[in-house]
């Protein structure tokens, strides 16, 4: 049975840094394509937001511009373990962080949730940026 589970989240002010975990089982990070959405408050499954994703492999990064610089993504094989690294949080990012396994990987600017319905999701870890 395929499980994901975030951990990491909590409440943390402007400016300040986050290390999100989506320990995996019953599946290898390392063949699988993971990626990290968010969904904000009031919003539905269908607006979560695409943030980073790593491919199976190689581990290609796939990211959004406007997070370079403050956002990464990683993976450690051996924990079995993708990481999602928030520095510089903000207001606005104040959100519940969802990890997704897929063995297929779409990625766009505007990612949708839905393109990785399909996959294993997490229940998600909350994050509140707020001073």
């Known amino acids: 049975q395929v499980q994901l589970v975030e951990s990491g989240g909590g409440l943390v002010q402007p400016g300040g840094s986050l290390r999100l975990s989506c320990a995996a089982s019953g599946l290898n990070v390392e063949d699988s394509n993971i990626a990290w959405f968010r969904q904000a408050p009031g919003k539905d499954f269908d607006e979560r937001e695409g943030v980073l994703a790593i491919g199976k492999g190689g581990g290609e990064i796939y990211k959004k511009p406007y997070l370079e610089g403050r956002f990464t993504i990683s993976r450690d094989n051996y924990a079995n373990t993708v990481y999602l690294e928030m520095n510089n949080l903000k207001t606005e990012e104040t959100a519940d962080y969802y990890c997704?396994?897929?063995?297929?990987?779409?990625?766009?600017?505007?990612?949708?949730?839905?393109?990785?319905?399909?996959?294993?999701w997490g229940q998600g870890t909350q994050v509140t940026v707020s001073s």
């Open positions: 997704v396994a897929a063995g297929g990987l779409i990625w766009a600017q505007n990612v949708k949730a839905a393109w990785w319905a399909s996959g294993y």
